[in-house]
């Protein structure tokens, strides 16, 4: 195990889902990556992990993430059953390992990785003080608020959002087909994570959820770090769900709670069926809530 962030991302799995699901998260013999198509020549691949965007054009091919590094093998193959072209860019989203996962690989097969600053500096951290080969997994291209990639005349514009998920999330628009890669900071899955410890807050989130309402039309298609594509009204629901959340807690924590009170409190008890456990959302939250201003 190279990285500590891998390590640390390893045990929060562990905490939140038990060590059966552990066993199953290092196998990944099983694991199928698929494709799928989202408009025009963007798809998303679906195997373990966060959901790669795939922007493919007649000499180059744009991967938006890597997920683990045992599945590259089978994305890199996925991509060629769509297209004869070699994958020439890898963008990052954000910092996890089951979005980073196989940069690593990409970059021994020649794919430049790029990412926000705050990716490669969060990542450098947990890469054990400069190992070389560890740092081959690095972005090697870093940008501090935007950038824009011309692919086959297609413009990719990539651009950082307030801090949400992580201090380091990225969205990723073609506006040419519509389609946004959202990363982390939105799921159709569940509640939202936001990861504190890599800088994550819930202004920010309800900011950058509020980014994608501003951003995206009726069509707009919004591939979600992890679930499936969605549109603008899935993305309104699920921020309107984090602004209501935000301000039960935020009142909670005005009596002084603690995060085990707020907890016991079932702050979300009512929005449970939909969105499932919020215990690492509540505790994401509580920690942001905390920390701003207080
Ligand atoms: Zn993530």
Redesign the pocket.
Same mark, same amino acid.
């Given at each position: 195990m190279r990285s500590t962030i891998q390590s640390a991302f390893a045990c929060a799995l562990v905490l939140a889902a038990g060590s059966a699901f552990s066993q199953q998260a290092n196998d990944f013999s099983d694991v199928e990556v698929t494709a799928h198509q989202v408009a025009g020549n963007v798809y998303y691949l679906a195997g373990r992990g &966060?959901n790669i965007g795939v922007v493919i054009n007649a000499d180059a091919v744009l991967l938006i993430d890597t997920q683990f590094a045992p599945l590259t093998e089978r994305i890199v193959a996925t991509v060629k059953s769509l297209s004869d072209a070699d994958i020439r860019l890898v963008i990052n989203t /954000?910092v /996890?390992p @089951?979005?980073t996962g196989g940069n690593e690989n990409l970059r021994g097969m020649g794919v430049p990785v790029m990412a926000h600053d705050n990716v490669r500096a969060r990542m450098s951290k947990g890469l054990n003080g400069g190992d070389p080969a560890a740092m081959y997994a690095l972005p090697a291209v870093t940008f501090a608020d935007e950038t824009k990639l011309y692919f086959g005349g297609q413009e990719v514009r990539v651009f950082k959002v307030p801090a949400a /998920?992580t201090d380091g999330d990225s969205f990723i628009y073609i506006e040419d087909v519509d389609v946004m890669h959202v990363g @982390?900071v939105f799921r159709t899955t569940g509640y939202p994570?936001i990861d504190a410890g890599n800088g994550g807050t819930a202004q920010g989130t309800l900011d950058a959820l509020q980014l994608i309402l501003d951003m995206a039309g009726p069509n707009t298609q919004i591939i979600p &770090?992890h679930g499936e594509v969605s549109s603008v009204a899935d993305v309104r629901e699920f921020r309107s769900m984090i602004a209501e959340v935000t301000q039960r807690v935020t009142s909670l924590i005005e009596q002084g709670m603690s995060l085990e009170q707020v907890a016991a409190a079932a702050p979300t008890a009512d929005l449970d069926e939909r969105w499932g456990s919020p215990d690492r959302f509540l505790t994401g939250l509580y920690q942001s809530l905390t920390e701003a201003g207080r």
């Amino acid at each position: 195990m190279r990285s500590t962030i891998q390590s640390a991302f390893a045990c929060a799995l562990v905490l939140a889902a038990g060590s059966a699901f552990s066993q199953q998260a290092n196998d990944f013999s099983d694991v199928e990556v698929t494709a799928h198509q989202v408009a025009g020549n963007v798809y998303y691949l679906a195997g373990r992990g &966060g959901n790669i965007g795939v922007v493919i054009n007649a000499d180059a091919v744009l991967l938006i993430d890597t997920q683990f590094a045992p599945l590259t093998e089978r994305i890199v193959a996925t991509v060629k059953s769509l297209s004869d072209a070699d994958i020439r860019l890898v963008i990052n989203t /954000h910092v /996890h390992p @089951d979005h980073t996962g196989g940069n690593e690989n990409l970059r021994g097969m020649g794919v430049p990785v790029m990412a926000h600053d705050n990716v490669r500096a969060r990542m450098s951290k947990g890469l054990n003080g400069g190992d070389p080969a560890a740092m081959y997994a690095l972005p090697a291209v870093t940008f501090a608020d935007e950038t824009k990639l011309y692919f086959g005349g297609q413009e990719v514009r990539v651009f950082k959002v307030p801090a949400a /998920h992580t201090d380091g999330d990225s969205f990723i628009y073609i506006e040419d087909v519509d389609v946004m890669h959202v990363g @982390d900071v939105f799921r159709t899955t569940g509640y939202p994570v936001i990861d504190a410890g890599n800088g994550g807050t819930a202004q920010g989130t309800l900011d950058a959820l509020q980014l994608i309402l501003d951003m995206a039309g009726p069509n707009t298609q919004i591939i979600p &770090g992890h679930g499936e594509v969605s549109s603008v009204a899935d993305v309104r629901e699920f921020r309107s769900m984090i602004a209501e959340v935000t301000q039960r807690v935020t009142s909670l924590i005005e009596q002084g709670m603690s995060l085990e009170q707020v907890a016991a409190a079932a702050p979300t008890a009512d929005l449970d069926e939909r969105w499932g456990s919020p215990d690492r959302f509540l505790t994401g939250l509580y920690q942001s809530l905390t920390e701003a201003g207080r």
